[in-house]
Antibody, heavy 118, light 106 residues
Framework: QVQLVQSGAEVKKPGASVKVSCKAS????????IIWVRQATGQGLEWMGW????????GYAQKFQGRVTMSRNTSISTAYMELYNLRSEDTAVYFCARGRFAGAADPWGQGTLVAVSS | EIVMTQSPATLAVSPGERATLSCRAS??????LAWYQQKPGQAPRLIIYGASTRATGIPARFSGSGSGTEFTLTISSLQSEDFAVYYC????????FGQGTRVEIK
């Protein structure tokens, strides 16, 4: 079955960077976009951006431009999201998801908690 | 940026009753709208895309309607497993989510 498995929780200090991985299985990795969404504790969903694993093109929400890089390694069907210059407000669960139906997301990874604290 | 506004913030419904959730877009998004269900500690799950098409494995008691700026998610007869937070998301112009509607037991 289609599955996205993300890397484990991270604790970072302000100003550091974090790189979250998302390993896909059960489908052809290069045939669908990978979408990244985050969710602060008790808050709603926030769309961060997308990456096309075939063309390596990306699109980032304006809020994150200049502070995020989405990439992939097609040989291991894995996508990455790296967020730089972390601040406390970046503490959240980060989800990857497969892009479907021209813009929806299905399925989702299990989420990765990134905690930013001094 | 297209702003998605969901109402109500919380909806208290008895099991077996109907639940109607609303989502309004600040601009026309055609039918480029999805609904997701999220339970505590879990990732969201896609339930509706294209405003009205059920995703694979979603029960027929879930239905979506609307186009343009006004959308509705209806759960015809609430089951215990349906109590969750529901988010709408537009994908007509980039992507934005609504703030969510919590469906709780009355």
């Amino acid at each position: 079955q289609v599955q996205l498995v993300q890397s484990g929780a991270e604790v970072k200090k302000p100003g550091a960077s974090v790189k979250v991985s998302c390993k896909a299985s059960g489908y052809t990795f290069t045939s669908f976009d990978i979408i990244w969404v985050r969710q602060a504790t008790g808050q709603g969903l926030e769309w961060m951006g997308w990456m096309n694993p075939n063309s390596d093109t990306t699109g980032y929400a304006q809020k994150f431009q200049g502070r995020v890089t989405m990439s992939r390694n097609t040989s291991i069907s894995t996508a990455y999201m790296e967020l730089y210059n972390l601040r406390s407000e970046d503490t959240a669960v980060y989800f990857c998801a497969r892009g479907r139906f021209a813009g929806a997301a299905d399925p989702w990874g299990q989420g990765t908690l990134v905690a930013v604290s001094s | 940026e297209i702003v998605m506004t969901q109402s109500p913030a919380t909806l208290a419904v008895s099991p077996g009753e109907r639940a109607t959730l609303s989502c309004r877009a600040s601009q026309n998004v055609s039918t480029n709208l999805a609904w997701y269900q999220q339970k505590p500690g879990q990732a969201p799950r896609l339930i509706i895309y294209g405003a009205s098409t059920r995703a694979t494995g979603i029960p027929a008691r879930f239905s979506g309607s609307g186009s343009g700026t006004e959308f509705t998610l209806t759960i015809s007869s609430l089951q215990s497993e349906d109590f969750a937070v529901y988010y709408c998301q537009q994908y007509n112009n980039w992507r934005t989510f609504g703030q969510g509607t919590r469906v709780e037991i009355k």
